[in-house]
């Protein structure tokens, strides 16, 4: 770990301007924000990020979890993931969000990991985090071994020639599905971004992952009001029961009136390289019957545009199951 400047701004504003001395948006970046530290402080000692300064946010107001005005959700950026998972409203009201949470990680982490962080949280695949390797995400121009190389846990969706790396968040699987929106501090001023915009593809420029730009910060997520009779499901397949990324992932919210889906949102995990909110597969589920023939048509038409690498083909059939289980376990509740 190389040497950094740590500091505790005194409030929002002065945190903001001295992030924005930060010289790029990209991973390597002068200034850091540091929440929880659970995912930054991990690749600072692997050298994959490497900030003059860190500051520390976690004095800042922003770990309140409040209800809105119009019976939505405010979340703040530096709330702690078991708060969140665990708070009264979110279990009743957005249950997709607490399973999603507590599918995620470890108790331990989730204690200390926040949201914002989760926003931002960076993939696992190895050759990003091994800085004897080349990356386009880590080092722009460089290349991206894990096209030709071990790409069993990459993404089959979203991808491009620079970059196959998957998001890891289960938390921004059900943000996604539940049409969060994202308040953002800049140096000008402030902006609201709807969740699906806010994590970019990678196209040409895999080093760029969100619409942040240098000093921006995130104070708060908000929730939309729930809708009155819907059900939630969190779905995860993984290697092994705890502790691990998703292989495929599927966060459901349906409601059902007369035997018919009415509404449907629905956004997939471990397969993209940002959470994959599908409205393909929300498009075949609405206005149809319940039923299986109407799960798997949405899965179908989920991974339609799949592209799988030379490892990684299972995932196509995975995440198909992984839907259609999901939708069927909610409309069974």
Known sequence: MRIFEFIRPSDSQAAVAAAA????????????????????????KLNVETPNKVLDINRLPFDKIEDTSDGGLNIGSTARNSDL???????????????????????????MATVGGNLLQRTRCVYFRDTAMPCNKREPGTGCPAITGHNRTLAILGASEQCIATNPS????ALAALDATVHILAPNGSRVVAFGDFHTLPGNTPQRETVLEPGDFITEVTLPPPIPGSKHVYLKLRDRASYEFALASAAVVLTISGGKITQARMALGGVGTKPWRSPEAEAALTGKPAN???????????????????????????AKRCVTHALRTAAAA
Do not use: W
């Open 21 to 44: 001395q930060s010289k790029t948006a990209q991973q390597g970046a002068d200034v850091r924000f540091m929440g929880g530290g659970t995912t930054l402080i991990d690749l600072m």
């Open 85 to 111: 998972a665990y708070h009264p409203r979110v279990q009743r009201d957005y249950s997709v969000l607490s399973q999603a949470i507590l599918q995620g990680a470890s108790a331990q982490i989730r204690n």
């Open 170 to 173: 289960d938390m921004c699987v």
């Open 292 to 318: 299986e023939a109407t799960f798997r048509a949405a899965a179908e038409a989920a991974l339609r545009n799949a592209k799988p690498q030379s490892e990684n083909g299972f995932k196509i059939e995975l």
